[in-house]
């Protein structure tokens, strides 16, 4: 079985900085790309920034220039550096990413896919 925890949501100031960690266990071949998505109530989730496994990142419009994504390949992991907070970006927040795993079937080695969601951490910016 294969998770995703988060840690280090809370509150924090308008301009203010929060940084996310979530660390992936489990059967773990290799992980392809990790993001952090983060969703309000009565609104769709959306993404906030993603990295692939050689390290190019995409950034929401919303984020560019605030947020920082980055990954330690060698520990599974994901970090999201968050500067400059909005009340805006008041949110949960929620890890996410294509893990690649090795299963056993037939007599064969097959390599599988699976997109997985942490549980979600509250980040809440407000003076």
């Known amino acids: 079985q294969v998770q995703l925890v988060e840690s280090g949501g809370g509150l924090a100031q308008p301009g203010g900085s929060l940084r996310l960690s979530c660390a992936a266990s489990g059967s773990i071949f290799s992980i392809n790309v990790m993001g952090w998505y983060r969703q309000v109530p009565g609104k769709q989730r959306e993404l906030v920034a993603n990295i692939t496994s050689d390290g190019s990142t995409s950034y929401a419009d919303f984020v560019k220039g605030r947020f920082f994504i980055s990954r330690d390949n060698a520990k599974n992991t994901v970090t999201l550096q968050m500067n400059k907070l909005k009340p805006d970006d008041t949110a949960v927040y929620y890890c996410?990413?294509?893990?690649?795993?090795?299963?056993?079937?037939?007599?064969?080695?097959?390599?599988?896919?699976?997109?997985?969601w942490g549980q979600g951490t509250q980040v809440t910016v407000s003076s």
């Open positions: 996410n990413a294509d893990i690649v795993s090795t299963e056993y079937l037939s007599g064969a080695y097959y390599y599988i896919v699976n997109n997985k």
